[in-house]
Structure formats: structure tokens, C-alpha cells
């Protein structure tokens, strides 16, 4: 199993080489791994193999090749208006991400496929449901779409000028074009400087708290964000904020899940 | 039939025009020239820039060019270049040039001063720098009046399409090679002594812009003179522009290094 994951992560790394979500979900599990406790280290590195840096995206590998298809329901979470997960099935992050830390914990029983797939599960599913384009908020329906938004060209101190683009492609691609030519190491460096201090309070808690906890990075958003909404230079700068506090806050809890099923 | 002759023309210029101050040096030039010379800087001096970046330096490498649309930063617009006069010397003492901020800020923060700043001003400073420094080390980021200069108001050719200089150099860092990451560049770069690496600190921005309008003179225009098809350019031809283009690279990051040096070090 572990060699077809890693011939699908090598296979996306060739399809997405100028998409940079891919070094941001890269730079996310090295970040991940350097907060891992040894004995989770160990165990990734067992069940996944030593190269690291491949060990993202593999899902989605899999989903385009027709295989692991249900896994694309698991990556959302869904809060009420008092932004408490809604949990009616197990079609989303969290739940998916606490049976999985419930499979490691127990991998003793488990064979080795199924703690590898847990162990995925953790890794991707943590990354999925920190990325604003997967948490729906009800108060706001149109948060569950891919709607249409209108992006700034800049204007160059003059009116701006602006183009429609899908949203949730602006929280998947939109922030890496002003980082071109950055490795995954050069992201782990930034997401320390600017996050590395609130590292405790981000592992804190559990994954439905960590729901809350994006729901309330959303909510600001979405209070102005909808359909054909403006997105100026000056929200870019401050959304581009929002996006790499998602990143940081998914490195370290991918970390501090691992920590606590390995313990 | 003549007014939409015109109106055509106007927006080709137009376009022309935004295309090649959206692209300065590129997001992946500035990278490059921020990650060398955070590369470059000591320990003490680096972390300085970090506290009050709260970022690392690359971060902000392109910074710049999204604030030039962004309240209050639009009167940062005309920082990016510096302008040349018709004996070929560079302007001294104009406050809509570049090079005349960097070394207003470098005054500023001088002797420690920074010191009795707020700490975002520090940072907004640190931000100018970062890519001012960067920019005025671009071979098209020295402005050549028309009228004085008219010669280096042409156009390349790319697949037979016309494309203007600017664009090219702007982008000459990545061009045959767009899968380098900025680490790529930094061991590519040549390092310098301790004694060149300060013999290349001196001077000013104006020193510095000079230096830059002299190789756009000497060996960019040389290089890429008025209709080089860009798509036929040679192994050699490329080597000859990643050898100007490197070069300018490794100047700014040493240089912007010595900046942040020269505030920050005790």
C-alpha cells in the first residue's frame, strides 16, 4: 500500500510541479514533523516511509485516478450559527480525523495498511479542514460554494481594475504567486517566525475545538466575502494573513494529533 | 474609423505600460535577492530583522508591489525605479526616485535610530528596503527619458510577437531555468570574500543605480539589441544574460545585506 501511495504522491507531484499547494502542504507536514514527539516520528516514518516530503496530497493522487473516491466528502467541516461543528454523519474532517487518531492509538490490533491509511487520514484531512475554502458556516450558504468573486489586477495607485475568479481556487493557488520560487524548508522557516509563538495555544484543545477555532477565522470573512464581492489588493494582503494562519495552525496540530496517538 | 485607430493604439500603449510595471523584477528576482542576502546577514542582525518583521525577509521581498495600490502606500509608486539624465548620470536628490528613499531611510535609521522609531515604522522602513534595493539593481529599473534616450525605447521580438525589454529583464532571473527555487540561486551565487563583499557594500543607492544604468548601457542593451526573437536566443545568449542577471543579483543581496547591517549591528 505504501508504494502505491507514494507512486500516486510522485505522479501528483509531476501533475501539480507549477501548483504551489503543493509546497504549502509539503512545507505543512515538515512543519508538522519537526513538532512531532520521536516516538511519532518514528511511527510516520514507519507506516509512511522516510521521505516526508512526499507524504501529502495522496488522496487527492488517488482521486484522479478513480480510486479512494469518498474520501473527497471527508474534507470538510460544517458550524452552526454558534460555530459548534455539525456532525449528522461521518462525511466530515472531524469525525473522519478522530476514528483515525482512535486507529493509530490502537494499531497494535490494526493491520499495517489500515494505521497507514489513518495515518493519511490525519495528515491530509488536518490540512483539508484548515483551508478556508472547506468550512462551511450556515449563516452563510454561499460559503459552501465555489462561487464566483471578482479579483483585484492592482491599479498601480490609480482605480483598480478587477476579474472574476472562482473562490475556492483563491484559497488553493491564490496566495503563492507572491511567493514564487520558495521551498517547502523556506515556508517552515516563515510559518516559525511569524506562528512558531503560538504554537501551545494552536496544539491545544481537540479537533472539534480546532472546527471552532476555524469557524471563527471565517466568520470575519464571510461577514463581507460573497458572490461577485471585490477582492482589492489591500483585502488580498489581509486574507493572505488568513491563509497562512490556517497553514500554521494545521502544521501544528497534524503534530499534536500524532503526538497524542503515538503516546 | 481614425478614433478607433486611436483608441486602439491608446489602450495597446496602455497595456504595454501596466505590463511592465506589474512585473518588476519579478516576484521570483526579489525572492531570490531577499532569501541570498537573509543568507548573507550574521545571526544578531538577522534576528533583529525578524523580530520586527515578524516574518522572515523573503516574505516581503514583493511586498512593495502590492502596497503601491494599497492606502496609505500609493505614494511609494515612483520608488520603484530612478531616473538617468541625458550624460547617462543618475538624478541625485529627486523625492519621487527610488534611490533617493533608500538612502532617506538608511539616514533615518542610522546610529541606531531606528531605535527611538515605533516598531512599525521599523517594519514598513524594513519593507521599503527589502525591495527598493532589489528593484534599483534591475538593469530596466533605471528610468531613460525619450527624448534623451530614445534608443532604448524599442521592442524584442518573442514568437514574432513584440515584447518590451522591460518585460524581458524583469523576468531574465527565471528565464530557461523557472523551476530554480530561491535556494537554487543562493548556491548558484557566487560568494565573496569578506574584504569584496565590503568593497561591493560601499557607496549609496545613487552609486549603486549608476552602476546598474552603466550595465543596462554596456552589456543589457548590447546583449538584446532592437529585435532579438527571444524564442531563437542561443545557449550562449542565455548564459550571457544569466551572467548579467546573476551578477546584479548578487550585488543587491550583498548590498541589501549591508543595509540591514549597517542599522542593526551594534
Keep these: 500500500m505504501k508504494k502505491i501511495f507514494l507512486a500516486l504522491a510522485l505522479l501528483m507531484g509531476v501533475y501539480s510541479a507549477q501548483a504551489w499547494n503543493w509546497v504549502y502542504d509539503q512545507a505543512t507536514l515538515l512543519l508538522a514533523y519537526e513538532n512531532m514527539t520521536p516516538k511519532a516520528q518514528e511511527e510516520l516514518k514507519r507506516y509512511l516511509g522516510e521521505n516526508i516530503r512526499s507524504q501529502v496530497q495522496t488522496f487527492e493522487a488517488a482521486r484522479k485516478k478513480g480510486d479512494l473516491l469518498e474520501t473527497a466528502d471527508w474534507r470538510t467541516i460544517t458550524l452552526d450559527s454558534e460555530l459548534k461543528p455539525v456532525l449528522a454523519d461521518d462525511k466530515n474532517a472531524i469525525v473522519q480525523i478522530e476514528n483515525a487518531v482512535e486507529v493509530v492509538k490502537n494499531r497494535a490490533s490494526k493491520s499495517e495498511d489500515e494505521v497507514e491509511f489513518a495515518i493519511r487520514k490525519i495528515i491530509e484531512l488536518t490540512i483539508e479542514m484548515h483551508n478556508i475554502a472547506n468550512v462551511y458556516l450556515e449563516d452563510y450558504p454561499y460559503s459552501k460554494e465555489d462561487f464566483e468573486y471578482r479579483h483585484s489586477q492592482g491599479g498601480y495607485g490609480k482605480k483598480e481594475k478587477f476579474k472574476n475568479r472562482k473562490w475556492k481556487s483563491l484559497w488553493t493557488y491564490g496566495f503563492s504567486v507572491f511567493h514564487s520560487a520558495w521551498s517547502a524548508e523556506m515556508h517552515v522557516r516563515d510559518l516559525k517566525v511569524c506562528h512558531g509563538r503560538y504554537k501551545d495555544q494552536y496544539m491545544a484543545g481537540t479537533v472539534r475545538d480546532w472546527a471552532t477555532d476555524m469557524g471563527k477565522l471565517a466568520k470575519p470573512l464571510y461577514e463581507w466575502a460573497g458572490p461577485f464581492c471585490d477582492l482589492s489588493r489591500q483585502s488580498h494582503a489581509e486574507e493572505e494573513e488568513r491563509f497562512y494562519a490556517g497553514v500554521a495552525r494545521a502544521s501544528f496540530r497534524i503534530a499534536a494529533l500524532m503526538n497524542e496517538a503515538t503516546k | ?266
Design chain 2, 1 to 266: 474609423m481614425k478614433q478607433t485607430i486611436l483608441k486602439t493604439l491608446l489602450v495597446a500603449v496602455a497595456a504595454m505600460f501596466v505590463t511592465e510595471r506589474a512585473v518588476a523584477w519579478e516576484n521570483v528576482g526579489h525572492a531570490v535577492i531577499a532569501y541570498n542576502a537573509e543568507r548573507l546577514l550574521d545571526p544578531e542582525v538577522k534576528a533583529k530583522c525578524r523580530h520586527y518583521l515578524k516574518a522572515t525577509i523573503p516574505f516581503y521581498a514583493t511586498w512593495m508591489d502590492q502596497a503601491r495600490s494599497i492606502e496609505p502606500y500609493t505614494v511609494c509608486d515612483k520608488w520603484h525605479s530612478t531616473n538617468i539624465d541625458a550624460n547617462n548620470k543618475v538624478v541625485v536628490g529627486k523625492s519621487t526616485t527610488g534611490a533617493y528613499h533608500i538612502e532617506r531611510i538608511r539616514k533615518e535609521m542610522a546610529n541606531g535610530a531606528y531605535k527611538n522609531m515605533s516598531d512599525s515604522l521599523v517594519k514598513i522602513n524594513l519593507q521599503y528596503l527589502i525591495h527598493m534595493v532589489g528593484d534599483h539593481h534591475c538593469p530596466v529599473h533605471v528610468r531613460w527619458s525619450k527624448k534623451s534616450h530614445p534608443q532604448y525605447h524599442y521592442s524584442l521580438l518573442n514568437k514574432g510577437k513584440k515584447r518590451s525589454p522591460h518585460g524581458f529583464w524583469d523576468g531574465a532571473i527565471k528565464f530557461r531555468r523557472s523551476n530554480w527555487t530561491a535556494e537554487k540561486h543562493f548556491e548558484n551565487m557566487q560568494l565573496l570574500s569578506p574584504k569584496k563583499a565590503k568593497k561591493i557594500q560601499k557607496g549609496t543607492a545613487y552609486d549603486w543605480t549608476q552602476e546598474t544604468a552603466d550595465v543596462w548601457r554596456k552589456y543589457c542593451y548590447p546583449a538584446m539589441p532592437e529585435g532579438t526573437e527571444i524564442s531563437k536566443m542561443s545557449e550562449e545568449d542565455v548564459a550571457t544574460v544569466h551572467a548579467i542577471v546573476d551578477k546584479q543579483v548578487q550585488r543587491a543581496a550583498y548590498r541589501l545585506a549591508g543595509v540591514l547591517t549597517e542599522i542593526f549591528k551594534e
